[in-house]
């Protein structure tokens, strides 16, 4: 199993470019909760049996992203349970994170990370909160390679 360092420094080499990383800050987190909005509003066990296997997933590669992620996944979940929104609201949110994904690819020029590995889907929302930590925290160390273009 890859360790966190080497899968930041594959995802980080298709998130270079300034604006891509800046629309992947807003873009990830949104799609990440939308997903947990979705699936929520028609099984909350379902919901929840997955969101347990990626903080395993998420666990097995540090702990304390993986505490941090749960945090986020807790927020998150806590927010839709009290936000009176449907389904259609958490779809149009997917949809518009995607294209805004994409476009952020399109500035870049590069394919997204999870043509090549479906697990860079995982990999996305904890690079993000990796970065965060390290944004807000002097005593925090990213996982992440000090890159040309940050943020």
């Known amino acids: ?11 980080s080499e ?17 799609i990440y909760f939308s997903i ?14 997955l969101l347990v296997l990626a903080m395993v997933f998420y666990a097995r590669l540090d702990i304390v992203l993986a505490v941090a992620m749960a945090a986020l996944t807790l927020i998150m979940a806590w927010l839709i349970f009290i936000l009176p929104a449907g389904p259609g609201f958490y779809i149009a949110l997917f949809i518009a994170a ?9 500035v870049e020029g590069k394919k997204p990370s999870f043509f090549k590995d479906l697990q860079f889907l995982l990999i996305g929302p904890i690079w993000c909160v990796d970065a965060y930590l390290g944004k807000v925290s002097s ?9 040309i273009a940050s943020i």
């Open 1 to 11: 199993m890859k360790t966190v360092s080497e899968w930041f420094d594959e995802y």
């Open 14 to 30: 298709s998130h270079q470019n300034k604006t891509n990383k800046l629309i992947h800050w807003v873009c990830v987190p949104t």
């Open 98 to 106: 995607w294209i805004g994904q994409f476009y952020g690819h399109k």
């Open 139 to 147: 005593k925090w160390k990213s996982r992440q390679k000090p890159q």
């Open 36 to 49: 947990i909005g979705i699936l929520a509003h028609f099984s909350v066990l379902l919901t929840a049996l």
